[in-house]
C-alpha cells in the first residue's frame, strides 16, 4: 500500500479551510507578488467544500479583513448584515433585563453580520484566484516529520476506502504525503494535528491548559410578519438563564438576509455536573419567553455545532517550530471577552504568512525563524486585543460572587485584575461524581416540534452531516470497559449529554450495559475529546468529505 502512496511537493501548506488559512495563504501570495517569487501554496479541507464545516457566530470585525483586502465589499463579501445596534440582556427564568451598559469589548455597532461558511467559501474563491491550490475532501491524518524525528516535513491525508475492519476494500486509494519548507496548521479548536504535535514537542506544557465553550447554532427563517428586522438592535447577547451564575455561557441573535437570524447558545466546559446537557441549555435558552417571542412561527432551516477555544493569551501554545506554525483558533487565538476568533485568526495567519515569507528568502525553516511569527503577532494588534482578556476565562469559571468581583477588577485594571496570571483548569478535570451533582435548572425535558424547537438527530438532519458509513469508527474510545464500570457508576456516562449529535448511547441488554457508538451523527464539534472525563475519547479525521454540510451557518 505504501508503495503507491503518492508525493507532491509545496512551498508552504496550510491545513484547514477557515478563514485563518485562507487569510494567511492569500497574504502569502501578496507578498510573493510583491517580491516577484513563485510560490507553491496549497490549502488542505477536511470538508466536501471550503465553508461546509464552517460554523461560527458570527461577527466580524472587519480590522483584519480591510487590511488583506480593502476593497472587499467590491469584490463580492458575502454580508448578511451590518450590526446596527448592541443589545445586552440578562434573563432570570421568566423576564428579560435589558442592560444599561455594553462591555467595552462587545461594542460590535459597524460590524459584518456573517455567514461564516458562505465567508470562507468567499475566501476561498479569492485564494484560488490569487494562484493557491485548494484541496477540499483532503484530512490531514498525521504529521510527517523529517529524518530528525522532530522537524515537520508536511502532512499524509486520509486514505479513503477503509473498512470498518481496517483492512482496505476494493475502492481504497492511499492518502498523499504532502511535502512543504512549512506547514501551517490552522485546523480551529482543538484540530487533531495540532494535538499531536503538541503532545510530541511539548508546545502547551509551559501554559495554562486550554479551555472550551461548546457552541450550538441555528439559523431561523422567521415568518413574513416578524418584526425583528425594524429593531434597534440586531445584535444580540444575554447571559444568566437557564445556565444561571456558575457555570459560563450565553446567548446570541443576530439578523441575517432575507427574515433569518442566526441563534445560538454556548456552555463553557468548566461545567462540574456531569448532568447537564449543552443541547438542553440550548433548547431552554430558545423557550425563554424572550426569546420565543422573537422566533414564534419560524423554522429552523440549518443547525450546528462547534467548539471555541476560549482560554486566552495565557493558554496560547508555543506558536512556531521547526517546520510548521500554529494559527487561529487551534492556537487558542481568541479574543474572549468580545466572544470574537474570526479577526484575531486571520490576522495571525497573515502574520505567518509575513514570517513565513522570510523563511523561504533566507530558506531556514527552523523554529528560531519561524518565531519570527510569534514576535509579531506579540507587536500586532491582536496581542492588544487578546492580551486584556487574558484572565477572563479563569474569572468566568470562578464560581460564586467572587467571579464577578474578580471581572469587574480585571475590566477597569485592563485585564490584570487581582491576580495575573489567574490559573485555569483543564475541562476533563471538573466534572464531580454525579451523587454530588447539583441539578441545576434541569427538570421536565424541553418540548420539541420538528420545526422550530427540534431534537439533536433532526439537528443533525438539519447540519447535512453525512460520513461513509462503511469506515473505520473516527471516535476512538480506548478503553471501552471504563465507560461502564467506571465512568458510568462516578459520573453516569456524560459523554450521552454533552454531545450534542446524539453519538453515545448507553445501551442495557440483559442487564449488561456497553457504549453504542453512532459516528455518523458526528458534527466535528470535538467536546468529546476535550470534556471526557477520562480522556478516554480521542476524535481523529474520518475520511474526507465527511461531516457537515454548512451552507449558512
Ligand atoms: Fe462533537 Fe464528539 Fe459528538 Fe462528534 S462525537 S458531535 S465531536 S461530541
Not at 472587519?62 to 445596534?85: H, K, M, S, W, Y
Not at 462587545?106 to 490569487?130: D, K, P, V, Y
Not at 447554532?217 to 415568518?223: A, D, R, S
Not at 477555544?309 to 495565557?314: I, Q
Amino acid at each position: 500500500m505504501a508503495a503507491d502512496r503518492e508525493s507532491i511537493e509545496f512551498d508552504v501548506l496550510f491545513v484547514g479551510g477557515g478563514p485563518a488559512c485562507l487569510a494567511g495563504a492569500i497574504r502569502l501570495m501578496q507578498l510573493a507578488q510583491e517580491n516577484a517569487v513563485e510560490l507553491e501554496v496549497a490549502v488542505i479541507e477536511k470538508g466536501a467544500e471550503i465553508g461546509s464545516h464552517g460554523i461560527s457566530g458570527a461577527v466580524l470585525n472587519p480590522l483584519a479583513l480591510n487590511e488583506l483586502i480593502p476593497d472587499f465589499a467590491d469584490r463580492g463579501c458575502p454580508v448578511e448584515q451590518t450590526v446596527n445596534g448592541d443589545g445586552f440582556y440578562f434573563l432570570t427564568r421568566h423576564k428579560a433585563y435589558r442592560m444599561p451598559i455594553v462591555p467595552r469589548q462587545m461594542h460590535n455597532t459597524g460590524f459584518l453580520i456573517i455567514s461564516l461558511a458562505r465567508f470562507t467559501r468567499w475566501l476561498g474563491e479569492l485564494a484560488e484566484e490569487a494562484g493557491v491550490n485548494i484541496f477540499p475532501g483532503f484530512p490531514g491524518q498525521e504529521i510527517l516529520y523529517g529524518a530528525d524525528g522532530r522537524t515537520v516535513v508536511g502532512v499524509r491525508t486520509g486514505d479513503k476506502g477503509i473498512g470498518p475492519d481496517g483492512q482496505p476494500k476494493g475502492n481504497y486509494e492511499p492518502g498523499i504525503d504532502i511535502h512543504a519548507k512549512v506547514t501551517v496548521l490552522g485546523e480551529g479548536a482543538r484540530g487533531s494535528l495540532t494535538k499531536a504535535l503538541d503532545e510530541k514537542r511539548g508546545l502547551s506544557h509551559s501554559h495554562m491548559p486550554q479551555v472550551y465553550e461548546t457552541g450550538i447554532k441555528e439559523v431561523i427563517q422567521l415568518p413574513e410578519n416578524s418584526d425583528f428586522s425594524s429593531r434597534a438592535e440586531n445584535d444580540i447577547h444575554t447571559l444568566g438563564y437557564p445556565l444561571g451564575f456558575d457555570v459560563p455561557g450565553g446567548g446570541f441573535i443576530y439578523q441575517m438576509k432575507d427574515n433569518r437570524i442566526a441563534l445560538g447558545y454556548l456552555t463553557a466546559l468548566c461545567y462540574d455536573d456531569p448532568g447537564l446537557d449543552p443541547y438542553d441549555m440550548f433548547m431552554r435558552f430558545k423557550r425563554h419567553p424572550f426569546v420565543a417571542e422573537i422566533i414564534t412561527g419560524g423554522k429552523v432551516i440549518e443547525q450546528g455545532a462547534r467548539t471555541v477555544s476560549t482560554g486566552g493569551y495565557y493558554s496560547m501554545p508555543q506558536l512556531a517550530t521547526d517546520g510548521a506554525v500554529l494559527i487561529g483558533g487551534g492556537a487558542g487565538i481568541h479574543n474572549t471577552p468580545a466572544l470574537k476568533g474570526i479577526h484575531v485568526g486571520m490576522k495571525s495567519g497573515m502574520l505567518a504568512a509575513e514570517a513565513i515569507m522570510a523563511a523561504l528568502q533566507e530558506e531556514d525553516y527552523t523554529r528560531a525563524t519561524l518565531d519570527r511569527y510569534a514576535a509579531l503577532l506579540e507587536a500586532s494588534w491582536v496581542k492588544t486585543e487578546i492580551y486584556e482578556g487574558r484572565n477572563v476565562a479563569a474569572a468566568l469559571s470562578r464560581r460564586g460572587f467572587g467571579k464577578w468581583i474578580h471581572l469587574g477588577a480585571q475590566y477597569v485594571t485592563k485585564g490584570r485584575g487581582f491576580q495575573d496570571p489567574m490559573a485555569l483548569e483543564a475541562d476533563w478535570q471538573t466534572l464531580r461524581p454525579a451523587g454530588a451533582r447539583r441539578d441545576g435548572d434541569q427538570g421536565a425535558k424541553i418540548e420539541t416540534d420538528g420545526t422550530l424547537y427540534v431534537d439533536k438527530l433532526t439537528g443533525v438532519y438539519l447540519s447535512k452531516t453525512m460520513h461513509r458509513e462503511d469506515q473505520p469508527c473516527h471516535l476512538v474510545v480506548h478503553d471501552l470497559d471504563l465507560c461502564v464500570n467506571t465512568c458510568y457508576p462516578k459520573f453516569g456516562s456524560p459523554c450521552t449529554r454533552f454531545c450534542p449529535a446524539k453519538v453515545y448511547e448507553l445501551e442495557e441488554d440483559a442487564g449488561k450495559r456497553s457504549l453504542k457508538i453512532n459516528p455518523s451523527n458526528c458534527l466535528h464539534c470535538k467536546t468529546c475529546d476535550i470534556k471526557d472525563p477520562y480522556r478516554n475519547i480521542t476524535w481523529v479525521c474520518p475520511e474526507g468529505e465527511g461531516g457537515p454540510g454548512y451552507t449558512m451557518a
